[in-house]
C-alpha cells in the first residue's frame, strides 16, 4: 500500500493524539513533518514519535519539508493562513473544528482547497465513531422515522486555554466545545438549523481566574431546523467529572440514544454504600479513540483514492454559522435565525 | 389504623388508577364515594372497586356522601369549582395536576384550603419516586454541588384528549405533560424559574385528525432559574414509543442521572440481527406505580398527623406559571420572564 | 373487603419486615398477634407495629390470639412443630424457606396442613418479583425456547447467625442463601434437578471467628436437570458488597437475564479517577421489596378465595432435597443424585 | 519503524480477520506470504488483502518465502507440525488456541522454539481487551481482594466445523470454545486449575444433523483452583442469539463484572410491546475487535525488542490439561484432578 506523507501541524494534545495514532494504528499515513512555534513542543512531540523534520513556520516546512498533507491541530485563528497556504502548495488538509473565527474565513478557505484541488475534511470524528455511524444509518433507513427532535450535549472535563475562552481570539465553547453538536445534530436530523436561542451562563470562572468578558461555563442551546425539527444541545466545560458525548433522537416513530457515560465494560462493587463504580471516559481521546483513527484512515483513502471526504467544509461552515448566530442570541438575548447572520 | 374516607373525584384512568391502588396498597385510606359526570363511567369504576356511592355531581356528594377527603382526577378547567367546594365543606384536598387554568385560580383554591384549615397536596407524584426522591436526598446533601443545569423530559405514548390538546379548555401538552417537568426542576435546582423560552412543533397533528389552533406535539423549552442555573426540558406526546421520564442535573462537582428508559431488570436476545431487547415503561401508571402509591399514603399520613404535604399549591402554581410564561414565549417568539405573567 | 388476622411467628429480621408491611402495603391482612421466644425482642417489634397481642409460645397463642393464619419466620429446625401445631388448630401457614431440615419433616408439615384444610405458602418470594415473573412468563410464552442452561446466584451480605452456620442446626448456606436457587431454576426450567455436584470455599470463616465444622461462604453448585437441561448456582455469604440475586436462562432460541446488581436508577459521576456510581441492593428487603409485599398479598387471597398459593410445599420439598443431595456431594467429594436421598 | 514480514499460515475466517488487520491497523508487520492447504481459499484471501506469496504447503512456504514470523491458525490437529517445522526454521510463531492435541504436543512445540530461540505467543486475545486488561490490573493492585470465586462464559453463534465437533480431530467445544474461560480463569485468579467436573448436554445436534459420539452443545464446568478459589465455566454453542463473554469475579472485598452482552452504546424503541432493542455482539471479531489488533502488535513489539510475550506456551498448555480433565470428568462422571492427566 502507498503511503502518504503527513505534515502535523501543532504539537500539542491533538498532534500528540494524531501522531500517535499514525504510528501505531495507521499503515496508511506517515508523519513526516511536524510544524509547531513553541521550540519545547517541537523537541518533545518530535522526539516522542521519532518525527526529525521539525520546523516553527508553517512557510518554511512547505518549502523545506517532504508530504502530501497536512494535519491542522492549532488555534483556530490559525486555521485560515495556515490551510490556505498549505492548499496553495499542493497538499491535501484536514483541519480540526472549529474551521475558522468566521464565514468568510470559511469560505476563503473552500475556495483556496478548490483552486488547488485538494482535499478538505474537517475533524468532525463524531461522523466515524461506530455508535454514531451506525445511529446514523439506521435514522437514513427509516428505523425511527423522520427527526423530530433531537439532543446532543458535550461536556468537558478542563478549563479550555485562554485564547479559547475570549470571544476575541475564539468563538467561545460553543465554538470550541459544542460544534461537534451543531455538526452532529445537522447530520443526524438531515436538516440545517434555522433559528438558535442560548442561555450561558458562568458558575466557575471566578474561582479559576477567569475574567474573559462574557465567559461562560454552561450553556443551553434551542435549535429550529429547516425541517420543522426542534433541537437542544448542552455544554458545560469545564464540568470535571470526565468527557460525555451523547445525543438522543426522537423520530415519528421512537427514539434513538447514542453513546453513554461510561468508558468500560467493567463494573466493581466493593462497599455497600458507595454500591457500584463504573469507569467513566476521562478525556475525548478515550470516548472517540477508534474514530480519531478512522477519520484519518478516511482522510488516507479520500487522497489515494481521489473522493471526496465524507466530513468537508460546508459541514465546518454550518457549525460555524450556528456559533455565530448562537453567540449573538446570547448577547442579544433573543432567538436568532441563522440567516441573520449568514 | 383510623382509616380515612376518601371520595374518588373523577372516575376516568388516574380515577381508576388510584382507586385501585387504595383497595390493593393502602391501608390507611378507603374510597367510600365516587363521582364523576359520566353515568357509565360512574357505574363501571365504581364496581369495579366496589365502591357504592356514586354521584354524578359533587355537590351532591359532598351533601350526602361520607367521607374526609377528595381526590381529583379531572380536566384541568374543573380543578378550581371542585377543590373550593371541597375545601369549604372542610375536605381535604388532593388535586392532580396542573394545577388549574391560571394564577388567579390557583390562589383562589390555596385560600379556601387555608380559609377552611384543610390540607392541600398537589398530584407531582415524582416527589415520591424512589429514584428521584434518592437524587433529591444526594444534591441536598451536596453531592454534585451546586446545581448548574438541570436538563428534565417527559415524553408520552397517547394523543391526548380533546381538551387537552386545545388552548382554550388547557394549556396543551406542556401544562398537562410537561407540568412535571416545571415542577421537578425547580425541585431538584432549589430555585424558581427565572426565564424561559420555548420552541413547538406540530409533526403529526394532521395525521391524527388535530386541527386545534397552535396545537403542538413536540417542544424543548429553555430555562433560566433565579440562582443562575439553566434549564431544558422536552415534550413529546405522542411519541408513541413509550412512556419516557428522566432527568439530569449537573452541578459544580459533577452529574445526576435520574430514572432510566427501560421498565424491567430483563433483558433478552433471540435474534442476532436484532440484538437484545428490554422491556420499556408502556405508560405512565407502570413508570410511576410506586410514587402514585406513596403519595396518596403521603396524604393519609399528612391527614392523619395534621402535617403539611410535602407538595403543595405553592408547587402548583409556580408549574401554572411556568406553563403561562411558555406558551407566552412560543406565540410570541421570545423569551419571557416569569415576572411577566405572576 | 374482610381482613385476614394474622399471628406473625418470629419478631426478628423476617418478622419485622413483613408486620411493617402488613401495616402499610396490605389491606387485606392484619397483625393481631406476635410470638416470640425473646422477650425483648417481642416487645420492641410488638411496639414498633402495635401488635398489642404478644405471647412467648406457640402453643399459648394458638390458645389465646385471635387470628387465622401463620408467618412463620423463625430458624429452620423450628419450622416443622410450630407449623404443624397451627395447621390442626386449622390455621393457614406461611412459611419461610428453607421449608425444614429434612424430608421426612417436610412430608410431615404437608400432611399436616393436608389433613386440616389449611394452606400452606413457601415464602419462595422470587415468584412474586415483577422481573422474575416476566421472565417466567415469557418462557412459558416460548420466547426463547426450550430451557438448555440457567444460572442463578445469591450473594448476601452478612455472616448468617450461628445456628445458620453449622451442619448440625441447619443444612448451611446452601439452605439459607440458595435454597431460593434451588427453587428458582426448578421453576424457571420447569423441570426436576436429578444430580447436583458441589464445590465449596472457606474464605473468610477464620477471620470472622466462625469454627464450625464444614463451614463454608462460597459455593458453586453444579446442576443436571430430568430434563437434560444443565444448571449452575453460586452462592457467597458473606460477600459484603451488597445483595445480589440474579439469574440467566439459556434457552434453543436465545438468552434471558433477570435482575441486575443496581439498586436504583440512579447514576452519579462527581470524580472522574472513580467514574460513575451507582447504588447497590444493599440488603434482601430493597432488591425483593415489592416481592415481599406480593407474596402476602396471594397468601391473604389464597386463603379469602380458598386457592391454591401458587408456591407451595412441594416446592419447599424439592429444595430441601436438592440441599441434602447438595451437602452429600461437598462432603463425599462427587456428584449425587437427588434419587440417593429422595 | 522496522516492518516484521509475517506469513499467514490458514486464509480461512481467522486468517482473513488477522491479514485484514495488518492491513489496516497494524503498521509494524506486513504479510508477505500465505498458506493454505486449499487453493481456493489461498486465491480468495491472497487476492482480499494483495498478498502475492501463495502456498499451499508450509514446507515451500518456508522454503521460498520471505518471512520472520508466522500466524498459525489453521485447525488443531495441524498445530504442532505447523509450529514446530517454522520455529526449526528460525521463524516466531503466533499460535492460535487450542494450542494442541495434548500436553506431548504442547511440551514438543515449546521445546522447538526454545530450542530456536523464537517467540511463542498463544492467541488468548482476551489478556489485550481493554476491559479484561483493566479487571487484571484493578484485581493485581488489590481492589476486590483475594479471588474466591470467578464465573466466565464463552457462547459463540455458530455450529462449529465438523473436525472441531469429534473428539477424534479435536476436543470439542471445551477446547475449541472454552479453552478462552480455563485460560482467562486461571490469568485472573492467579492461581492454577486443580480440579474441574464437567456436565455437558447436546440439545441441537440431532436437529443440524450432528452424529458424533460424545458431541455436546451445552457444558457447564465446575473448577477448584490450588488457591482454594471456586470457579464455573460455561460454554454454549451454537447459542445463535450472538457471540456472548463475559466475566466475574468475586474476591474477597467485592465483585467485578467484565464485559457485557451488548455490542454498541446504542438503544433504539419503536414498539412498546417490544420495548427497547440493542445491538448484541454478532460474532467473536466484533467482540474482541480490539484484542485481535493488540495482540498481533504485542507479538510484532515482542520480536522487535525481543521480550517475551504476556501469553505463551505455558498457558497455552493449562488450557489443554484443563481440557483433558474436564473430557475425562464428563466421559467418566465424576470430577478429575488435573494432576491426573499432567
Known amino acids: 500500500m502507498s503511503v502518504t506523507k503527513i505534515c502535523m501541524v501543532g504539537a500539542g494534545r491533538v498532534g500528540k493524539l494524531q501522531a500517535g495514532n499514525f504510528q501505531r494504528y495507521i499503515p496508511g499515513g506517515e508523519v513526516t513533518a511536524l510544524v509547531d512555534t513553541s521550540e519545547p513542543m517541537l523537541k518533545d512531540t518530535g522526539e516522542q514519535f521519532g518525527i526529525e523534520a521539525r520546523f516553527t513556520s508553517m512557510e518554511v516546512a512547505l518549502d523545506k519539508g517532504d508530504f502530501d498533507a497536512v494535519v491542522?491541530?492549532?488555534?483556530?485563528?490559525?486555521?485560515?493562513?495556515?490551510?490556505?497556504?498549505?492548499?496553495?502548495?499542493?497538499?491535501?488538509?484536514?483541519?480540526?473544528?472549529?474551521?475558522?473565527?468566521?464565514?468568510?474565513?470559511?469560505?476563503?478557505?473552500?475556495?483556496?482547497?478548490?483552486?488547488?484541488?485538494?482535499?478538505?475534511?474537517?475533524?468532525?470524528?463524531?461522523?466515524?465513531?461506530?455508535?454514531?455511524?451506525?445511529?446514523?444509518?439506521?435514522?437514513?433507513?427509516?428505523?425511527?422515522?423522520?427527526?423530530?427532535?433531537?439532543?446532543?450535549?458535550?461536556?468537558?472535563?478542563?478549563?479550555?486555554?485562554?485564547?479559547?475562552?475570549?470571544?476575541?481570539?475564539?468563538?467561545?465553547?460553543?465554538?470550541?466545545?459544542?460544534?461537534?453538536?451543531?455538526?452532529?445534530?445537522?447530520?443526524?436530523?438531515?436538516?440545517?438549523?434555522?433559528?438558535?436561542?442560548?442561555?450561558?451562563?458562568?458558575?466557575?470562572?471566578?474561582e479559576r481566574g477567569v475574567d474573559a468578558d462574557h465567559y461562560y461555563d454552561n450553556m443551553i442551546a434551542n435549535l429550529k431546523f429547516e425541517s420543522g425539527a426542534l433541537g437542544s444541545i448542552s455544554g458545560v466545560c469545564p464540568c470535571d467529572y470526565g468527557y460525555d458525548a451523547r445525543m438522543e433522537i426522537i423520530g415519528k416513530k421512537g427514539i434513538m440514544i447514542v453513546g453513554e457515560l461510561k468508558g468500560h465494560a467493567l463494573t466493581v462493587g466493593v462497599d455497600r454504600e458507595t454500591g457500584l463504580v463504573t469507569p467513566i471516559f476521562q478525556r475525548w481521546p478515550q470516548r472517540f479513540f477508534l474514530a480519531y483513527i478512522h477519520e484519518l484512515q478516511h482522510f488516507m483513502e479520500s487522497i489515494r483514492n481521489d473522493t471526496i471526504p465524507k466530513v468537508t467544509g460546508i459541514d465546518g461552515r454550518w457549525a460555524v454559522a450556528g456559533v455565530l448566530a448562537g453567540t449573538k442570541s446570547f448577547l442579544e438575548e433573543r432567538p436568532v435565525l441563522l440567516s441573520e447572520v449568514m
Chains 1, 2, 3, 4 share one sequence.
Request: hydrophobic share 35%; aromatic share 6%; glycine share 6%.
Open 72 to 206: 491542522i491541530t492549532t488555534p483556530t485563528p490559525t486555521h485560515k493562513p495556515l490551510s490556505i497556504m498549505s492548499a496553495e502548495k499542493g497538499k491535501h488538509v484536514f483541519l480540526e473544528k472549529p474551521m475558522a473565527m468566521n464565514l468568510e474565513e470559511c469560505d476563503q478557505i473552500m475556495a483556496a482547497c478548490e483552486r488547488n484541488s485538494v482535499h478538505l475534511q474537517l475533524g468532525f470524528m463524531r461522523h466515524f465513531d461506530p455508535d454514531f455511524v451506525l445511529a446514523y444509518e439506521r435514522i437514513q433507513a427509516g428505523e425511527i422515522g423522520e427527526p423530530m427532535l433531537v439532543k446532543s450535549l458535550t461536556h468537558g472535563p478542563g478549563l479550555p486555554p485562554p485564547w479559547a475562552r475570549d470571544l476575541r481570539t475564539s468563538n467561545g465553547n460553543l465554538a470550541e466545545v459544542n460544534s461537534h453538536d451543531l455538526d452532529a445534530t445537522r447530520w443526524m436530523v438531515g436538516s440545517n438549523p434555522k433559528r438558535i436561542y442560548l442561555e450561558v451562563a458562568n458558575f466557575k470562572g471566578d
